[in-house]
């Protein structure tokens, strides 16, 4: 007699740094996975596509009209009238940030922040969450602002925050089953519970905090900020940032580090990961610091002036000290981030910074001391005062491994102000600035290769895939380089209105997101290319037996050619899930199996990332046979889209929504 086996599914990653990089196709959370870096592994991204009611343009570029068709586009779906939420896809579904300026019928408007679903495959409009203007005022939350955050997705459950200061948990479950609208887990008022006094953003463009995740936490930036003077902080003692229970809502911990030195809001957003073995949390901060906590207990690893110790802040903004907006990315052990201030201010002076986490206590590059060379404490308007003989010294223990600023006299030779995450990819990074400036540096050593001017504002994040670069700018214009040490300009496309928010790509196609519509991209013949289908080609895809092309061969890269020697890193284990007579298919972030039970099978449905259950579905009675023959039947399911299918013991076929 053969034993009888429980079934055990494990997967491992093998991964520099010790960071989870996202295997799938879909694009979760804010830059897709836990290091923040906008950089899709997928290949062959559109290069070429046509927007309807697009402007066109004569030769010298002067507009001459609006075209009549669409080319390449899948789908597109309204949005409202201002959208600055960078969009995400998980599991068949596609959220972005609007306002309320898009009804349904028969809906009486009111001015609201939306966070909208599509359905990835057709874009139909499946949900809004709605979520209403505060009653104070401008001070807190603009008029017909967007929900201007990009939510986190993991399985069943998505978090988010909201133009009312709120963190809210949504069961998304039934959304995925077809059974009906999300259904709310929790909700955190940081204004109520925390004493967060939350600074609107000017004229709405500015984004809320996106979540980070790390194990059962969570990481938000409330967004504590200045009054209507732009000059007092009410709640210097209140949380700047904390850490929450994904499940629950309750508080782990909360930072309140930048104080009373606030310089006006705090609308960034944290990174969280592994670091050099080291779980830590990277954040933004009101004041023009970047610090780094230990993720389970907030108590600080490092920190980081993005600003010169002679840097001086005005209120009007023309001064040289700049905040962040932007959120740091993690590229084989180093942090990238640049600094600026809300675009309501104009364009002034940046910085854009590598620095190396691995170290602790202050990494600035200087220290600020007074006559008698001792150091003292920051202040909030200008670090230093040479009048009464304080100055700034180098720093011995420094975490800057090279800063870009200025490298010449021409304006494309300087870092200006910007607000937006860089994307690094095969050494390469690329920044963009609020003067719309595309520089492309060494990631290494911050040398810069090229600089391009696309004359007009950028204040989302540059997008890469495969060796395209996308920047979206405020003219509604996509501009795609060629990634590397050359400048090649390989083409712009013209959208309907301007487009603050980054592009992102998943499972084969392109999302851009302008202020009134949103667009799903895709370059069918050229996806397809040499007799494959985009699917084929894509990493992280498994969706039926033998695999896409039923041949066993997979197509992905980046492997170790050897484990070491305690072999290679456990990313999670499920065990209990009775008896399986079935491998695994993968698709949709998503594993598939087969499970007996008795006498009964069903359909399990485990969470790529974290191995959680999701669903598990009736498939049939099973035949009665010997121990042996039982495990010789290879039925694993097959994934087609959204839908899954799956044949039982006794020749039951079943086609289940997954």
């Known amino acids: 007699m053969m034993p009888t086996y429980k079934l055990a599914l494990l997967t491992a990653v093998l991964l520099g740094g010790n960071v989870s990089v996202l295997p799938a196709d879909d694009w979760p959370m804010l830059g897709r996975d836990a290091t923040r870096n906008p950089v899709s592994l997928e290949k062959n991204p559109p290069l070429s596509w046509q927007i309807e009611g697009a402007p066109t343009k004569s030769e010298n570029g002067r507009p001459i009209g609006r075209t009549t068709e669409s080319k390449n586009v899948k789908w597109s779906a309204p949005l409202g009238s201002n959208s600055y939420g960078d969009p995400v ?61 990009s939510p986190l997705i993991e399985g069943d459950r998505m978090w988010f925050t909201t133009n009312r200061a709120e963190v809210v948990c949504l069961d998304i479950g039934p959304l995925h089953r077809g059974e009906g609208e999300p259904k709310a887990v929790w909700k955190l008022d940081m204004m109520e519970q925390l004493g967060v006094f939350p600074r609107g953003s000017i004229m709405n463009i500015a984004r809320f905090c996106s979540p980070a ?31 929450l229970e994904k499940a629950t809502g309750r508080v782990v911990w909360t930072d309140n580090s930048p104080g009373e030195n606030i310089l006006h809001g705090q609308w960034a957003s944290p990174l969280a990961a592994e670091i050099d073995g080291r779980a830590q949390v990277v954040a933004p901060q009101g004041d023009g610091w970047l610090r780094s906590f230990d993720a389970a207990t907030g108590k600080l690893i490092w920190k980081f002036d993005m600003n010169r110790k002679g840097a001086k802040r005005t209120i009007s903004g023309d001064g040289t000290r700049n905040d962040i907006l932007a959120t740091p990315v993690l590229y084989e052990n180093r942090i990238y981030i640049a600094g600026g201030q809300h675009p309501e201010h104009g364009e002034g002076p940046g910085r854009l910074v590598c620095i190396d986490p691995t170290k602790t206590g202050d990494l600035s590059a200087e220290l600020a001391v007074d006559a008698a060379g001792e150091v003292i404490p920051h202040r909030r308007m200008q670090a230093i005062d040479p009048a009464k003989g304080e100055r700034a010294v180098a720093n011995p223990g420094s975490g800057l491994v090279w800063e870009f600023t200025e490298r010449g006299d021409d304006f494309e030779d300087a870092m200006r102000r910007s607000v937006s995450s860089v994307a690094v990819h095969k050494g390469l990074v690329v920044a963009v600035d609020f003067d719309g400036l595309v520089h492309c540096l060494d990631a290494r050593t911050g040398e810069k290769h090229w600089t391009h001017d696309v004359f007009a504002r950028v204040l989302g994040a540059p997008l890469i895939v495969d060796d395209t670069i996308y920047v979206a700018d405020d003219d509604g214009r996509l501009t795609m380089h060629k990634l590397g040490t050359e400048k090649q300009v390989l083409g712009e496309i013209s959208h309907d209105s301007a487009a603050y928010c980054a592009p992102i790509f998943a499972n084969g196609v392109l999302y851009v997101a302008t202020l009134r519509r949103l667009y799903a991209i895709r370059d069918e013949q050229n996806a397809a290319g040499e007799g494959q289908t985009a699917t084929e080609r894509r990493p992280g895809h498994w969706p039926q037996w033998r695999g896409p092309n039923r041949d066993n061969v997979s197509t992905e890269t980046g492997l170790l050619q050897e484990w070491p020697e305690e072999g290679p890193p456990l990313v999670w284990r499920v065990e209990g899930l009775e008896e399986g007579i079935s491998p695994v298919s993968v698709a949709g972030g998503r594993l598939f199996t087969i499970s007996r039970q008795d006498e009964t099978e069903y359909v399990i449905a485990l969470d790529e990332q974290t191995g959680r259950s999701l669903w598990s579905a009736y498939l049939g009675r099973t035949i009665q046979q010997s121990p042996l023959m039982q495990w010789l039947t290879q039925r694993i399911p097959t994934v087609d889209e959204d839908r899954l299918y799956a044949v039982s013991g006794l020749g039951d076929l079943a086609c289940l929504r997954v």
């Not at 194990?215 to 210097?236: A, F, L, M, Q």
């Open 213 to 243: 995740a790390y194990k059962d936490w969570i990481y938000v930036i409330t967004g504590n900020g200045v009054d209507e003077s732009g000059i007092e902080v009410p709640r210097p003692d209140a949380p700047s940032l904390v850490c």
């Open 89 to 149: 896809v998980a599991d068949g579904l596609v959220w972005v940030g609007t306002n309320n300026d898009s009804l349904k019928p028969g809906e009486e408007r009111i001015d609201a922040a939306v966070l909208m679903c599509f359905r990835e495959t057709d874009g139909e409009l499946l949900y809004r969450y709605v979520s209403p203007r505060l009653p104070q005022g401008r001070v807190h939350d603009w008029p017909y602002g967007s929900l201007a955050c």
